[in-house]
């Protein structure tokens, strides 16, 4: 499957924080260089997301905000 | 200043398309890992937005997907 | 790929609208039911979107707004 | 009421949710395509959601990812 | 018809910028406090936007980043 | 810093509702008008938030939806 998000990073489950509806993943995407994601529960349980494994952080280029010091 | 969006990645600017309203950005957050971001022309104009410049994407959690192979 | 999104609606392109940067997709979800897109206008090269073709409208659900008369 | 979001999907709740500050709604906009929306609690007690009830499930077009196979 | 979205900030139109596939509109929803939203063309001609136009900025609470200095 | 989101409406905390992975905050941004958002819990820690401080409401123009009556 090929996406239309430009972004699609690939990386590994550093961090699994599970709520009542939603869950909360971090993902490493290079070394240092953490993304986290808050999914519903039902698809982390769907994926069966957990530490260690390989997965891609796919972000929309109309969702980045970029900002400067 | 300080932002919620739990995802702020320092990276450099590596390459600017202008549009008729949008512009987009990509910029390289680790060696080989780029995340392009589409933003108004004014709001890059406004940053003054070049190749080489010192930026962070800033991405809420709640916009990131996860996929797995 | 499986994706966290929970919303990934199976369809038919039924119109594309080239712009500058972005791009405008109409997919037809079932009959008489569609959904818009705009991606970026390389997105819609890569993935070689045209009328016809077989697609997944990929929506997190919460980007998803409810409405009521 | 009109809205600029080009997506708003005419369906029936068929599933609702409730957690601790978001409230998960499932939306059947055709027969066999579902749309699931997380909305804040308050929200979905405000428009008074409940199955069986019409609804319109509202996304904006720059929300939209295309997959392909 | 009303909206799950938390905000929905009535304002008038003060500027319509119209490009190739969006339109760039500004909101003033206070003396003095502008709300920017980027629709597609067809969207804004659709709702017939124009300077002195009341409308409603209708924003996801989930969009919504919070910044402190 | 400086963000490119054309929006970052300045106002004052309202109310914070906490729950088990967001938490939703209401910012007063005029007198009368509010705008609520969700972030994760760990950002409202992160950025102190409390009644009667003051902070920036940042909103991207893409996420922007206009409703005429």
Redesign the interface.
């Known amino acids: 499957?090929?996406?239309?998000?430009?972004?699609?990073?690939k990386g590994t489950v550093k961090n699994v924080?599970v709520?009542?509806?939603?869950?909360?993943?971090t993902?490493e995407?290079?070394?240092g260089?953490?993304?986290?994601?808050?999914?519903?529960k039902?698809?982390?349980e769907?994926?069966?997301?957990a530490e260690g494994?390989?997965?891609?952080?796919?972000?929309?280029?109309?969702?980045?905000?970029?900002?400067?010091?």
Chains 1, 2, 3, 4, 5, 6 share one sequence.
């Open positions: 499957m090929q996406v239309s998000a430009r972004n699609a990073l924080v709520g009542s509806v939603n869950t909360e993943v993902i995407v290079a070394p260089v953490e993304v986290t994601a808050i999914i519903t039902s698809s982390a769907n994926l069966k997301l494994k390989e997965v891609y952080a796919v972000i929309k280029s109309s969702d980045v905000i970029i900002a400067v010091d």
